[in-house]
Nanobody, 124 residues
Framework: QVHLVESGGGLVQAGDSLRLSCAAS????????MGWFRQAPGKEREFVAA????????YYADSVKGRFTISRDNAKNTVYLRMNSLKPEDTAVYYC?????????????????WGQGTQVVVSS
């Protein structure tokens, strides 16, 4: 029922910034908790950031804390991931996900819908 489309990925240099967007359709966006995950080639998908239904609560993986910011605009049915001070180890396919829940979710099994991903490459 819910369709998620990520955008904003690309090739950047270390130290640069990038903003990812995830547009949702087919559901009630304001009732979902949202999250971002990433997966590098040959590695497991890992948690990046989460936000609750109002945007009042956020949570970040230690690897991105202080550099990345998750936010949402419920009027636009969109969640964002602002990535600052990018490092080569941030290179991955980034996925957004929606959970049928109000409180923020950390575990991938708690998410009901997933986007197709957008590629981020950070060169040294």
């Amino acid at each position: 029922q819910v369709h998620l489309v990520e955008s904003g990925g690309g090739l950047v240099q270390a130290g640069d910034s990038l903003r990812l967007s995830c547009a949702a359709s087919g559901g009630t966006f304001s009732s979902y908790a949202m999250g971002w995950f990433r997966q590098a080639p040959g590695k497991e998908r890992e948690f990046v950031a989460a936000i609750n239904w109002t945007g009042g609560s956020t949570y970040y993986a230690d690897s991105v804390k202080g550099r990345f910011t998750i936010s949402r605009d419920n009027a636009k049915n969109t969640v964002y991931l602002r990535m600052n001070s990018l490092k080569p180890e941030d290179t991955a396919v980034y996925y957004c996900a929606a959970a049928v829940a109000s409180g923020l979710q950390i575990g991938p099994d708690n998410y009901n819908y997933w986007g197709q991903g957008t590629q981020v490459v950070v060169s040294s």
